[in-house]
């Protein structure tokens, strides 16, 4: 399943989730008030990219790659950036993922606005930070906005 809820997620699940999703699953078994929320789990993207055989082109752009070339970095990374944003999700993912949004439409009885962000499964480990280095996107509202800033934060 390629979406849990908030509620359902913990410190245990951060390298399935990411830190921020888990920490925000921490937050509400405190009971601290935090908005209702759904993440796409880190295996989906493996996911995505085994069943769209993006997999094996991502992973040539990377074979040999001298990541002390920061200008054969930036075209690879473009190049990455470029065929998962161009890559049909497929069917099954991306259904889930709009019956989340849609849900927590029909919970709010509106449609929502809501933060689509990238959380990295490593990220608050205490020999590795990736602050300020994944995008984030802010009022996203419909189904089709929700899943185009996945692919993003995928990208």
């Known amino acids: ?7 359902d997620v913990d410190k245990d699940d951060v390298l399935l989730v990411g ?9 509400l078994r405190a009971e601290i008030p935090v908005p209702d929320g759904f993440v796409v789990d880190a295996r989906t993207f493996r996911e ?15 074979q040999d790659l001298d990541v002390e070339d920061t200008e054969k970095l930036e075209t690879v990374s473009r190049q990455i950036r470029e065929i998962i944003e161009t890559t049909e999700i497929p069917e099954e993912i991306e259904k889930e993922i709009r019956e989340a949004y849609r849900k927590l439409c029909e919970e709010e009885g509106r ?35 929700v899943v185009e800033k996945v692919k993003k934060c995928w990208s």
């Open 48 to 62: 995505f990219i085994q069943k769209t055989g993006i997999q094996e082109k991502i992973y040539s752009l990377l």
């Open 111 to 145: 449609e929502v606005y809501v933060a689509v962000r990238s959380s990295a499964t490593a990220e608050d480990l205490p020999d590795a930070s990736f602050a300020g280095q994944q995008e984030t996107y802010l009022n996203v509202a419909g189904e089709d906005e």
């Open 1 to 7: 399943m390629p979406v849990f809820w908030l509620a």
């Open 19 to 27: 830190g921020k999703a888990a920490n925000l699953g921490e937050l």
